[in-house]
């Protein structure tokens, strides 16, 4: 891959964009990473952000969005992805069941924060 100019836009924590992170740090590669604040996101990013949602990269110019498919096209990119289709195969259904980890965890995060809500009016 020749060095295209990439920027990533997400809020400012790891999350769904630490992934696309990490594989630029393992590849050696530069990359811009742009960072907003929650507030900001909403005020100013938002409705620039492709499908409402981040993260999201621009690739000279270009405009990608959806954090796995982000992270699975630069993997390919830098070499990363298997020697062979199995070997995709595998590193696929690992990243698959990372994101469903996220996702419940993430559920029980919210669980929780709903909880401590509950107990705060309670007293």
Avoid: C
Wanted: glycine content about 4%; proline content about 3%.
């Amino acid at each position: 891959m020749s060095s295209p100019k990439v920027k990533l836009f997400y809020i400012d924590y790891m999350g769904r964009a630490e992934m696309i992170r990490l594989l630029f740090a393992a590849a050696g590669k530069p990359f811009e990473d742009i960072r907003f604040s929650l507030e900001d996101w909403s005020a100013t990013w938002k409705s620039k952000a492709p499908f409402g949602t981040s993260p999201w990269v621009e690739v000279d110019g270009e405009v990608y969005a959806q954090s796995i498919a982000i992270a699975n096209y630069f993997a390919k990119e830098f070499g990363f992805f298997g020697k062979n289709n199995k070997e995709a195969l595998h590193i696929e259904q690992m990243v698959n069941l990372i994101q469903d980890l996220v996702v419940k965890a993430a559920s029980i995060d919210d669980q929780y924060e709903d909880q401590e809500k509950h107990v705060e009016t309670a007293d």
